[in-house]
């Protein structure tokens, strides 16, 4: 219980850093460079990107990664809640919609997988564990290469797969280092998973500052992100720690009609821009 209850705090503290980070890039005009580091926006929303990966640490160090993350796909409504109160203006009732389903599918999903089982032992130098870091890299790759083809907002979803594949990495990472915090010093692989948690995690957080640069709106940005990141870290779960769910066939029906309700609920928060009237001839 208090791994679900902080993580759903990681989740609002990652929701309301998204926001403040947007405001600071568009106030430059959707650059991402050192002068964010003079923005009061983007200095309030670092700081509560902070609290949200000291809250997810200490989330993973008492839950289940693939429990943990699913509960900070979430974070999609925080962002829209707080882009609401920023502009001051009450979300319509699809969006108020959107953010109760958004909510309520993640919390689903974890009520129906139920207990997670797994050793928690990790062998960082074991063959699975090489090929699922590859598969990352490649998940990496494929973002960064859209990001190159497509230029503006089509390309930002590039980046934000990239970031999200990362997220998902660093949290595993996290992981690793929340539940033994004091064998960095003394296991070579405790102290290689520090290294790989400090390239990945900056690296995340930059492309997350790249995506929402580029976007027009945070919304569709932070779904690709928070899609990405639970997928991936659910298959690092599975093959690090050996995380196993015990699914019937009812069971796994419910967890797919749960996920279902937490996209159609990202669908409402981020409509369809209206089309511009057609022009009509002079007479």
């Known amino acids: 219980m208090l791994a679900v209850l902080l993580a759903l705090a990681s989740a609002a503290a990652a929701g309301a850093a998204v926001v403040a980070q947007q405001r600071a890039t568009h106030e430059l005009g959707g650059a991402a460079d050192h002068r964010l580091l003079r923005r009061p926006w983007w200095l309030a929303g670092t700081g509560a990107s902070v609290v949200a990966s000291a809250l997810q640490a200490v989330a993973l160090a008492q839950g289940a990664v693939v429990v943990v993350q699913a509960l900070l796909a979430t974070a999609v409504a925080w962002t829209t809640v707080g882009e609401s109160l920023l502009a001051r203006r009450m979300p319509g009732r699809g969006p108020l919609l959107g953010v109760g389903l958004a909510m309520l599918g993640p919390l689903l999903v974890v009520v129906l997988i139920g207990s997670v089982t ?11 564990v090489v090929l699922s870091l590859l598969g990352v890299a490649v998940v990496v790759a494929a973002g960064l290469a859209w990001a190159r083809r497509r230029p503006g907002a089509a390309g930002a979803l590039g980046l934000a797969l990239a970031c999200g594949a990362g997220y998902g990495l660093a949290a595993s990472l996290l992981a690793v280092l929340a539940r033994d915090p004091g064998a960095v010093l003394t296991d070579p692989q405790h102290a290689l998973a520090a290294v790989l948690l400090l390239v990945v995690g900056p690296g995340a957080f930059v492309l997350s500052q ?14 690709v992100i928070l899609l990405a990141d639970p ?9 690090w720690f050996g995380e196993r769910l015990a699914l019937d066939a009812p069971t796994t029906l419910g967890v797919v009609l749960a996920a279902g309700l937490a996209v159609v609920g ?16 002079p007479r």
């Open 210 to 223: 790249r995506a929402l640069a580029r976007a027009r709106r945070a919304g569709p940005v932070v779904t």
């Open 231 to 239: 997928l991936v870290a659910t298959a690092i779960g599975a093959t």
């Open 266 to 281: 990202v669908r409402l928060l981020d409509p369809a821009p209206e089309r511009p009237p057609a022009p009509t001839r």
């Open 118 to 128: 797994g050793s928690g032992v990790v062998d960082l130098a074991s063959t699975p």
